[in-house]
């Protein structure tokens, strides 16, 4: 059966009073109001409420039992596979940390309906207090320690990498590398490292010209090395790895 909906019409979660998109409280039970966008149309809806008033699309969440066998990285509690959109996680409720298996995130990364769905999901977990100081922690799926790793570089949000299977993201810590994303941050951090790898080679060519022919055995013969164009690629395709 249709859900009915009035369309372009925002309603406070808490009491169902209408209240305009750019509202930060409910003018009638005075409720802070989140804006977040719908996972289906990416119309704005607020955190909370159940139904997209444009499209009449579910907002809400599909939860699953723990894991068996699987428990949280961070503090040891049971995980739960979450449906998020077309996205699947795994999440711990206790710590509301996030771990994403490596191809799972590569479709989020470029799914922006889905990116919209996380946004929505993880406004209200980033609402809450911190966890305890951030130590390294074992990967979900062989135990091993995750490396801690800026995303992209640049982004500032410090995340567990498992090179072998998946992130483990703290609790507000997904949502921002989704906003991040959303904001053109992954070309922007190509672009730099472009610039990088280019400063690199520039310098690198200015000391092989001022190295004297008997200085340089370790390319033998007075050869000079220089980079192919192919090792920009290849650095391009390690920067999230």
Excluded at 40 to 57: D, Q, R
Excluded at 74 to 82: L, M, P, Y
Aim: net charge neutral; with cysteine.
């Amino acid at each position: 059966m249709a859900i009915p909906v009035d369309p372009g019409v925002l309603r406070c979660p808490s009491c169902g009073a209408a209240a305009s998109p750019d509202a930060p409280a409910c003018p009638f039970c005075g409720s802070p109001l989140a804006k977040i966008a719908c996972p289906a149309c990416l119309a704005p809806v607020f955190a909370g409420m159940n139904h997209c008033p444009a499209c009449g699309a579910a907002t809400a969440r599909e939860e699953r039992p723990p894991v068996e066998g699987l428990s949280c990285p961070r503090c040891r509690g049971a995980v739960s596979w979450v449906n998020v959109g077309a996205v699947e996680l795994l999440e711990c409720a206790p710590c509301g940390g996030v771990w994403m298996f490596a191809a799972d995130f590569e479709r989020l990364l470029a799914d922006q309906e889905a990116q919209a769905a996380v946004i929505a999901w993880r406004s209200e977990a980033e609402r809450a207090p911190r966890p305890d100081p951030v130590r390294y922690a074992p990967c979900v799926r062989c135990g091993k320690l995750m490396n801690r790793l800026n995303f992209a570089r640049v982004s500032g949000v410090i995340v567990d990498v498992c090179h072998d299977h998946g992130t483990w993201f703290d609790r507000e810590e997904l949502g921002r590398v989704v906003r991040f994303v959303q904001e053109g941050g992954l070309s922007k951090s190509r672009a730099a490292e472009v610039e990088r790898l280019r400063e690199e080679q520039r310098l690198h060519k200015i000391t092989m010209a001022a190295t004297p022919p008997g200085g340089r055995g370790g390319y033998g013969g007075g050869e000079r090395y220089e980079p192919a164009t192919g090792d920009l690629l290849v650095a391009l395709l390690r920067m999230f790895t």
